[in-house]
């Protein structure tokens, strides 16, 4: 079966450290992966998709990257924190031609 | 993608029937309802999809009416750990699509004892 794997699920980093949060897939080849961020109170908000290996789209202006080393890894990052990059980040997969999207736990990040 | 309306909050009382409206009126003929909640710090969870028909599974049950510009997400006994943010998303499914699932701001619904 498949499963999802998001890590950490909490960090708390200072304003101007960098970032590296990583999601890998178990159980299937070749999805497309997203990365969502909530931000307390708010909707979530997509901010990366990948349909192959070092094939990013970014939905939004930021401060953040992604990347996609392996098939099945998903990497979020950033070289300097703000403030405004707390939030609580979610990782997601759904195969190709599938109907569904299958999410991670999370990773809650304070940036302080 | 089509954007959808839903009412920002609602209560059941627990064991009985939860409707959960959702209006998608410039939805096009190959875009798709889908339904997913969130429970409290927690990912999405997929509910149920339909284009047409009408859809039922073991969570939930799905009413699109015929001109497919409203859709009811119907949990038929509610209970408390129904409790969540319910989504209503219109997207086109198919495999050359990217499966972007755009979110709105969804139903707070409280299910009440």
């Known amino acids: 079966s498949q499963t999802i794997h998001q890590w950490p699920a909490t960090l708390v980093q200072p304003v101007g450290s960098p970032l590296s949060l990583e999601c890998t897939v178990e159980?299937?080849?070749?999805?497309?992966l997203y990365w969502y961020r909530q931000a307390a109170g708010r909707g979530l908000q997509l901010l990366f998709y990948?349909?192959?290996?070092?094939?990013i789209s970014s939905e939004v202006p930021q401060n953040l990257s992604a990347s996609r080393p392996q098939d099945r890894q998903f990497i979020l990052s950033s070289k300097k924190l703000l403030l405004s990059d707390s939030g609580f980040y979610l990782c997601?997969?759904?195969?190709?031609?599938?109907?569904?999207?299958?999410f991670g736990q999370g990773t809650r990040l304070t940036v302080v | 993608d089509a954007k959808t309306t839903q009412p920002t909050s609602m209560d059941c009382a627990e064991g009985r029937a939860a409707n959960l409206p959702c209006n998608h009126s410039?939805?096009?003929?190959?875009?798709?309802v889908y339904w997913y909640r969130q429970i409290h710090s927690q990912g999405p969870q997929y509910i149920i999809h339909g284009l047409k028909n009408n859809e039922t599974n073991e969570m939930a049950s799905l009413i699109i009416t015929e001109d497919r510009k409203s859709s009811t997400l119907i949990l038929p006994h509610a209970t408390l750990r129904d409790t969540a943010v319910y989504y209503c998303i219109v997207r086109v499914s198919g495999s050359s699509n990217t499966g972007k699932l755009i979110f709105g701001q969804g139903t707070t619904l409280q299910v009440k004892p």
């Open positions: 410039t939805i096009s003929g190959n875009e798709y």
């Open positions: 159980g299937t080849s070749n999805p497309n």
């Open positions: 990948s349909v192959g290996i070092g094939q």
């Open positions: 997601a997969w759904r195969p190709k031609g599938g109907y569904r999207a299958f």
